[in-house]
C-alpha cells in the first residue's frame, strides 16, 4: 500500500502510444523552450513500444500525411519529426524520391518505436494500470495513486498531481462472442496466424479498413485457401479522404466541434463518418476488386465475396468451424466449413471510467451520460476533486472525429502541456501535506 512519504509526480501517463508518446515530446520541448520542468513518468502494459503490431501487414499505408506525425503540426523544427527520423536513418533522399505523403504502415512504426528509444528513462513497459485512487487532504483529493500491475500481479502504486489516460481503442467483437483459436478480432491477426497450418478457407466479418486489409493479407499469403468476405454493405464503400472532408480533421474543426450544439455534432459526425468508419481506401477495393475478377476469368474463385449478408450461427466441430452465412435480402443461408473465422468488427476508445474508480463518482456527466471534457482535454469535476485528468481518444462525443486518430495528436499534445503548465503555476506544487 501506499505511504505518505512517497513521492508525487507532476504527471502520470497512462499508456504509451503515438498520444502519450508525443505528450512526453511536448513536455520536454517545453522544457527546453522555458527552464521549467514538469516531472512526468508514463506507464505502459506492453513489454516494449508497439502500435497495433497484430496489424502490421506488409504493404499497408499510413491513412494520414507524414507531415501530421507527432509533431510537425505543432513545431516543424522538432528534432522528433519524421523528417527528422529519415535523416537519421539515412532514407531522406530515398523517401523524397518514392514520392509519396503516406509512407507504409512498418515504416511509420519504426519512426514511433525510434522516437519512443528518446523517452526511455520516463517509460514503464510491463506494467498495467488497474486502478486510480484519490488520496484525499483536508476533505479534497488533491493527488491520485495510480496502481500498476506487473509481471504475475506484483502490485505498486505511483502518487501524482494529474493524470494524462491515453489507453488507446479496444477491439469490439459482436455480442457473446468471445476469440479462440480459430475466432479472432483482426486485432490478433498476425499474433494468431503463426498457429495456423494448411488452411483451406477464412471467413472475414466487416467492410472496414480493417476488414479489407486482413482479406487482402490472407489470400495473398495463403495462395491454397479460400477466404470468404461477410458483410451486410453491398459492397465496400470508400474512404473520403478528399480535401474539403479532411478539414474535419483540422485543429480549427476541434474547436469549431467543440463549440457547437449537440444537434450539429451528431450531424457533423453522420456527414463525415464516411472519413474513418466501416470504408476502405480506394485502391485497396480496385485490388480486391482486380483479383476477384482475375478468378472469374481463371476460373477458380478462392476470394469470394458474400455481400448484403450477416453471420446467422457459428458452430464449433473437432475439425473446426461451421459458419453459417444469410443473405439478408432472400434470407437464403449458406454453410461454410471454416478454420479460422476473423471479427474485422472495429473498436471503441477504452472508457477512462473502468479505471478512476470511486473517483469516477466526482467526473462530470452530460446529459448522454458521456463524460464532460473541457476544450483543454481535461474531465470536468466536482470542486472536492482538484487534481487534474485528461483524456487523450476518447473525446470523440466532445471533440469531433479527430480524437482516436493521429491527425490532431501534435497540437492536442501542446494543448495538454499548455494546460498542464498553467494549472500547476496557479496551483504551486508541493506545498501538500498528505493524511490517508
Ligand atoms: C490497425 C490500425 C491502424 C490505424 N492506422 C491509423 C492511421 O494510419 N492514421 C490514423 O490517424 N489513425 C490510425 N489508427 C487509429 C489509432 O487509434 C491511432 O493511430 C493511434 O493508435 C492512437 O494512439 P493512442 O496512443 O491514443 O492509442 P494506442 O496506439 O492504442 O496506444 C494506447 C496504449 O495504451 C496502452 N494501455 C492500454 N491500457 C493500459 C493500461 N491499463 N495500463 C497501461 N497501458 C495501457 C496500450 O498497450 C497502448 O500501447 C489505426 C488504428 C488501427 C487499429
Ligand atoms: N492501414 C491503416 O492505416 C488502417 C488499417 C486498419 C484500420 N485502420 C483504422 O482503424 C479504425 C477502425 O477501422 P476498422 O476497419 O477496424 O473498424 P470500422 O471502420 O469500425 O469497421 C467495422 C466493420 O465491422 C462491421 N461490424 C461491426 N459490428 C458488427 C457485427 N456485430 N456484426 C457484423 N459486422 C459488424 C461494420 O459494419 P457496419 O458498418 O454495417 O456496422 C464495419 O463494416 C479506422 O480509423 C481505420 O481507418 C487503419
Known sequence: MPTVEQPVHDLVGIGFGPSNLALAIALREREARTGERIDAVFLEKQPSFGWHRGMLLEG???????????VTMRNPASEFSFLCYLKARGRMLDFINHKTMFPSRMEFHDYLEWAATHFADQVEYGSEVVA???????????CLDVVIRRGEGELSTRRTRNLVVAVGLDPVLPDGVVSDERVWHSEELLDRLPSVTEP?????????????????????????AEVYAVFSKYGYTVADDSSFANRIFDSAAVDHYFQAPETVKERLRAYHASTNYSVVDLDLIDELYRRHYQEKVQGRERLRILNASRLAEVARG????????????????????ADVLVYATGYRPGDPLTLLGDTGEHCERLPSGALRIERDYRIA??????????????????HGLTSTLLSNTAVRAGEIVDALAGRLRDSGRGTYAFSR
Open 132 to 142: 486510480v485512487t484519490p488520496v484525499t487532504v483536508d476533505g479534497t483529493m488533491e
Open 60 to 70: 499497408t499505408t499510413m491513412q494520414v500525411s507524414f507531415l501530421k506525425d507527432l
Open 200 to 224: 483451406r478457407r477464412f471467413v472475414v466479418v466487416g467492410a472496414g479498413q480493417s476488414a479489407a486489409e486482413v482479406t487482402d493479407h490472407l489470400h495473398g499469403r495463403f495462395p491454397r
Open 381 to 398: 469535476t466536482s470542486a472536492h476533486l482538484r487534481c487534474g485528468i485528461y483524456v487523450q481518444g476518447a473525446t470523440e462525443h466532445t
Open 318 to 337: 473437432a475439425e473446426g468451424l461451421r459458419v453459417t452465412v444469410e443473405f439478408l435480402p432472400t434470407g437464403e443461408r449458406t454453410v461454410l466449413e
